[in-house]
């Protein structure tokens, strides 16, 4: 809760960066509501608490002369059956529902506070006890629970809120004493356990620190609640005693008159609710203050819409696999986003893409680049406020962009198959890897149960589950990652599709896993023909299995050409700069230190060449205007830098041992200009 | 189905224990009924005599037991005041009030879930707004209040619903349901409120997790990733907060009743307190432990269902 309220973090380059400004400018908003409620809050209890001085009349007596006075200017709100002042009643009444709130809240955080401390902290059988205790009381609904003490212990209304003040405790001790044994499990891992007094002090000072933000907001919700319930005991004749004015007695009253006239109801029924609604507004608005904003998002859904011709398309750049027919082809594929303060921002930007049959394409980049949003992008699986658009996707023959959701439907997971990073995540945990399978299968193929059941598990056989028959019924949790990530292969491979999308499919296995599952993809391209985009940060994947890779920096390509070529000479620095961050010995994720600085956010991006701040070879006109991606006229390699044909750059069979950990080399060291 | 069995076994001690809670609590009372029944005006030989007369003179724990076996049997004692079968009152209110929670829980489920459903999938859009906006002042106004704008337009105003009373299934079918509509509606707002705010943070949680994604991919349609991948996970705490809300409507019924003056436990409830009858009491209070502990057996057994990793726990 540091962070963000009031401090706008700029970037050092002061270009108004402001990480997740969106979510800031909403929690200010949010702060100005809960200014609002508060003022709201404020008004109410002020006007309740000097009630005698607002109001001439006594609350309790009236002249029936007045009796269902309409309102007017001696009665603003009218007057009751015995001729009372409502108003003035109504602020009598406040009265009683704020002390009665305070008592209850009162009685929860000095019974609950202290009880949850020592049961969490002293814990073993006295917790175990005590905690069925507390779930026996929580078991009775707190109105039969209130009524059934106060039919013991006699009428009246702090009796009643005692009661109620007892059942909140028992929240507050839940809430408190879950804390104290979420702070002892955090200091002794963190080593902070000293003995005696010292590390009682320590515990007790941690916790409160950590109880304090949501025990606030949750007196402040019990304090609403409570209004509730003592509005809902007068009510019943329960809680205060006539002539005594609460807003629940006033609206038994009212009911009493409901034919009569309806509008003595109004007061206090609106007295209660803005009440409660403000007090309940300021709780979520605290909650809001106190933890992290749950980012809203719809359904995913966005399809490539065409693009406006007004972008100058590109040359097409020559392919690297001219012998083979193209399986993918996707033209000026940009995507962008809506940011707070500066419109649409696109994250990627007029990518082209060709993928031919049999062809294992590797999409490299840093984090940020755009890798993903780019694969997802073609298939509409972009979330929603995003907006795709492309000049063509064009799918073997079929151009596919510009098609609606139904008619993508037919493509997603019949033609291309998707398989995504982290495969536990990605399988749905309540169903069975069987039949998450088979409906893929029955979603595009009209084959019966049995039959999608037969072609599911001769899958599982192919991408090498052992026991495929017995595996169909499992759930996902029961399977590792390596294997889970064979069930969503299976699953892609499905409809027998003609395009493959591998967004990182191995970075969350191991390396003997990640392994295996790089050379089942190898080998069903080649079984297969199948043309498979690999999005992958780490080269020695592409150096392992790719034809052709294509490097990604900023939401743009900046290279593309066969793997060997590219490796072993690249034309533009960002790709030297990766395979310099490769580690030295063929492990594989490690961190790409040795390029300075960080993948620019969006809106930073400069009109000229995107990599020019972390560019070691950087000149005047690099800086000038947007470079395209120029086709180099050797075996379909591009390269978007301006200096492509005068650099030298070593590439990655020389000179690896000059890269050592926290040196920066990006390009520099071995280059030959 | 042991399971079942098991947790059923462990809940009786929890029952006893709240049970006996509200006994001695009405024993250790310094109210006496038998001065309630006579009045100011009786005589201490009058009140002792009336004392010896409803057994209220005998040891407490002789009383305690005498009154579970009775439980045990199915015999809830006698009304102090009337002196008829408490057992026969409870049963003759029970199917209103069951008829009112049943009817309040399918508002608020139905209503609940549903907008929250809605609302989930056009999260941000100006219909999630007007949802939460709904479910916010459904919080915060009491159901009495509720319940007394809908007679006061539905029933008054309009008059397509009677206003007050309950008529008997027996007697009238229609008439039954009739009678029950506003009732049920007036209860079942606040758990529809609640319900919708939760079913939707669930399902906005659950329509961003990966599996979500891949169900897209696959090519599915909007209607079986929303229904069946993303709400299947969404579930869980969806049932927990309608477990929740039972206890709140068995509280809540109390108060309806009054309201349209069913004759239903409510009513018995606030009769008893009002006169002091202590046996009545406990044994809506044995009811009322007895449905929400049963419950949340119904809901752990559910999560079985809707969570295979607890199934094979």
Known sequence: MSETISGTAQSPAGRGRRPGSGRLVGRVLRQRALVAWGAIVGVIVLAVTFAALLSPYDPNTGTLADSFAPPSWEHWLGADRNGRDVLTRLLYGGQVALLAAVEAVGIAMAVGVPAGLVIGYVGGWLDRILMRLVDGVMSVPFLVLAIAVIAAVGRGLPNAMAVVGLVYAMSVLRLVRGEVLAAREELYVDGLRVSGAGARRILFRHILANIAPPIIVQATLMFATAIIAEATLSYLGLGVTQPTASWGSMLAEAQATIRQNFFLAVPPGMAIFITVLGINQIGEGMRDLFSREITVGRLGLNVVRRAEPERAVSEPVPSALPERPVALEVRNLSVSFPQHGHGRVEVVRGVDLRLHRGELLCLVGESGSGKSVTAMSMLGLVAHPGLVTASSIRLADQEISGLDFAAMRAIRGNRIGVVFQDPLGSLNPTFTVGNQVCEAIREHRDVSRRQARALAIDLFDRVGIPNPAQRFHDYPFQFSGGMAQRVMIAMALSCDPEVLVADEPTTALDVTVQKQILRLLSDLRDERGLAILLITHDLGVVAEVADTVATMYAGQLVEYGPVAEVFAQPRHPYTQGLLDSVPRNEASNGPLASIRGVVPAPVDWPIGCHFADRCDFVEEPCRHSPVPLTGLGESGRAARCVRAGELRLHGISRDRLDTHAGVPSAAGSGTTP | ?313
């Open chain 2, 1 to 313: 189905m042991r399971t079942v069995f098991v947790r059923l076994l462990t809940i009786i001690p929890l029952v006893l224990l709240v049970v006996s809670g509200t006994f001695f609590l009405s024993l250790a009372s310094n109210v006496d009924p038998a001065e309630i029944i006579l009045g100011g005006n009786a005589t201490q030989e009058q009140i002792d005599q009336l004392r010896h007369e409803k057994g209220l003179d005998q040891p407490a724990l002789e009383r305690y037991g005498e009154w579970l076996g009775g439980v045990v049997r199915g015999d809830l004692g006698t009304s102090i005041y009337t002196g008829a079968s408490v057992t026969d009152l409870f049963m003759a209110a029970l199917p209103v009030t069951l008829s009112l929670t049943v009817g309040g829980l399918l508002v608020g489920v139905l209503l609940g879930v549903g907008l929250g459903l809605l609302a989930s999938v056009v999260a941000g859009s100006r219909l999630d707004r007007g949802v939460i906006l709904l479910s916010t002042v459904g919080q915060a106004a009491p159901s009495f209040f509720i319940g007394m704008l809908i007679i006061y337009f539905l029933a008054l105003k309009m008059a397509w619903f009677p206003a007050t009373g309950y008529v008997r299934p027996s007697a009238s079918f229609g008439g039954w349901l009739h009678s029950l509509i506003l009732p049920s509606l007036a209860l079942g707002v606040g758990v529809a409120a609640a319900l919708a705010r939760q079913a939707r943070s669930s399902m906005i949680i659950a329509l961003q997790q990966d599996y979500t994604r891949t169900a897209l991919s696959k090519g599915h349609s909007r209607r079986r990733v929303v229904f069946k991948h993303a709400a299947r996970n969404a579930a869980s705490p969806v049932v927990t907060s309608v477990s929740f809300q039972v206890a709140h409507l068995l509280g809540g019924a109390i108060v309806i009743e009054r309201l349209f003056a069913l004759p239903g436990l409510g009513s018995l409830t606030i009769d008893a307190v009002l006169r002091y009858d202590p046996n009545v009491i406990q044994a809506v209070v044995l009811f009322a432990v007895v449905v929400v502990v049963l419950v949340n057996l119904l809901v752990d057994v559910s999560y079985t269902w809707l969570n295979p990793k607890v199934r094979a726990a």
